[in-house]
């Protein structure tokens, strides 16, 4: 199954859409089902060092960060959007194009849930080459891009009350995920300086934890 990408239908709602309100319920519950916090609290808390800075990419509502400020005090966030109310002030809001980026340097732990699935292979690249310098331990979960979780999303998906929005976008996130060592490669990592590990999970989670040979 060749990697494939296409626009999902909740990126062209206004926030305040009916439809775009609903599915943004259901991928809480998605992330919930998935394990996906428990996991990102895991892995940094096994990993993380003492007074290192942590971005999540994509950071959206701020959810997931929130979550995990407890084990990550110094975690920011960057989006295309304006920082959630609730953001605390002390954390940083970057609010800009993840590929126009540039203050890389103050973030020795990156991270991100389900959003290198949006990326092209030439942007995942290009992300790669901007994090290499200066990234210690980049921590990702994304869609596993398998023809069995296609059909296992579009069975489970409504019986868990997701509306169409869900369902589409649901569909192509897993077309534009990842199999075995993809995302590692697609980022540009060097084996020469970097260990990484790949798992996958039974409803479909794919997560890479990615470190910097001391």
Known sequence: MLRHLE?????????????????????????????????????????????ERVLELGAGAGELAQTLRAVAPLIDGIDRVPAPPAWPTPSRWHQADIEQFTGWTDYPVVMGNLILHHFTDASLRGLGAALAPHARLLVFSEPTRKRRIQRFWKIAAPLAGANSVTLHDGYVSIAAGFCADELPHALGLDPAFWNWRVTTTWLGAYRLIAQRRS
């Open 7 to 51: 626009p999902e239908l909740l990126d062209s709602l206004p926030a305040d859409h009916p439809d775009a309100l609903h599915s943004r319920r259901d991928l809480r519950v998605i992330n919930r089902v998935m394990g996906n916090a428990l996991w990102f609290r895991a892995t940094l808390c096994a990993h993380l060092h003492p007074g």
